[in-house]
């Protein structure tokens, strides 16, 4: 089998192009070296923010008390939060002055609520003598 | 002890992080910083555009320290660019989207955006010897190296640049070890001609 000059053996660059590979190569070193300085700021930060993220992702073992008692404290105001907003849970005051006068204006009713006994009474008497 | 004082204690403790821990985000310091500027060259490569590629390095920093900065040390350059590459990926099939979106709705390349054209190979062009002549000698290897497919582009600069070995760019690239030496392959022989001459 005949090769051809050029051909890479096994993924790699034929001998016949190293010279201008590796000027390639150093070119491209020069750009990266040559980045102008708002560019680097912008990197640095982008770096800080990676940095800040693999500070969170971790959580070492000294931070768990911590995260333990923020869990903790997020768990309690979940907790007690309904109970100390019960009151505000009852009926609306406009619902409460509305029922207070429905049952103002049955006063009939209410007086034959309490005599329901007698008319009970009344009505067994009836059928007694009937 | 009240809790607020209790978490207060603790939190004034967090400071004093484990020699380890300290040593671990400065080995992640040290990574990042070495690598960063290469890898902002190679994602501009293919972006075309300096803060498109500011972008996607700066996402591919974020997902890397949380994804695998606890993996081996001589694990990170692979793990860092295959995190990269894959938003380059992204990248680019969300601009191929957009350009074809953009054919249907019948909008021409003329707010700003670049000519699709000049993406393309001139098969006509001079060669870098008439423009080293200018001085332009990096700007002729930035053209020679975009006209490259995306993959073929991947594989020289990750193999020649960066310094991985086949393996490792596989691993880089989520291909094959074949895929690599066939990218290759093909990168060198359609750079050959335009940049044998570099010096």
Redesign the interface.
């Given at each position: 089998m005949t090769t051809h000059e050029?051909?890479?053996a096994?993924?790699e660059?034929?001998a016949s192009?190293a010279?201008?590979?590796d000027?390639?190569?150093r070119?491209?070193?020069?750009?990266?070296?040559d980045?102008d300085a708002a560019?680097l700021s912008?990197?640095n930060r982008?770096?800080q923010?990676?940095?800040a993220?693999?500070?969170t992702?971790?959580a070492?073992?000294?931070?768990w008390?911590?995260l333990f008692?923020?869990a903790?404290?997020c768990a309690?105001a979940v907790l007690v939060w309904p109970v100390a907003q019960a009151p505000l849970e009852t009926t609306p005051p406009g619902m409460i002055v509305a029922g207070d006068l429905e049952l103002l204006a049955a006063d009939a009713e209410l007086a034959l609520y309490e005599d329901l006994e007698f008319y009970a009474w009344l009505d067994t008497q009836q059928s007694a003598d009937g | 002890m009240p809790l607020a004082t209790a978490v207060w204690n603790v939190s004034d403790r967090m400071p004093s992080a484990p020699p380890q821990a300290v040593a671990s985000e400065r080995a992640l310091d040290r990574f990042l910083r070495g690598i960063e500027r290469r890898a902002l060259r190679i994602a501009e490569l293919s972006t075309r555009h300096r803060e498109d590629a500011l972008e996607l390095v700066q996402d591919a920093m974020l997902a890397f320290a949380r994804s695998y900065a606890d993996k081996p040390e001589d694990e990170w350059t692979p793990l860092f660019h295959r995190v990269l590459d894959s938003r380059i990926l992204d990248f680019h099939r969300r601009s191929t989207v957009r350009r074809r979106w953009r054919v249907w709705f019948g909008r021409s390349g003329d707010e700003g955006e670049e000519d699709p054209l000049e993406q393309v190979a001139d098969p006509h062009d001079p060669g870098p010897m008439l423009r080293m002549a200018d001085g332009q000698t990096r700007a002729a290897l930035d053209a020679a190296l975009r006209a490259l497919p995306l993959r073929q582009r991947q594989t020289f600069l990750l193999r020649l640049w960066e310094g991985l070995d086949v393996a490792q760019t596989a691993a880089a690239m989520g291909c094959s070890e074949g895929s690599v030496k066939t990218h290759l392959s093909r990168a060198l022989a359609a750079l050959r001609p335009r940049l044998e001459d570099l010096r």
């Open positions: 050029h051909t890479p096994a993924g660059p034929a192009d010279r201008w590979t000027a390639a190569r070119m491209l070193d020069e750009a990266a070296d980045l560019t912008q990197l982008a770096r923010a990676a940095l993220a693999s500070r992702r971790r070492p073992a000294w931070a008390p911590a008692a923020a903790a404290s309690l | -």
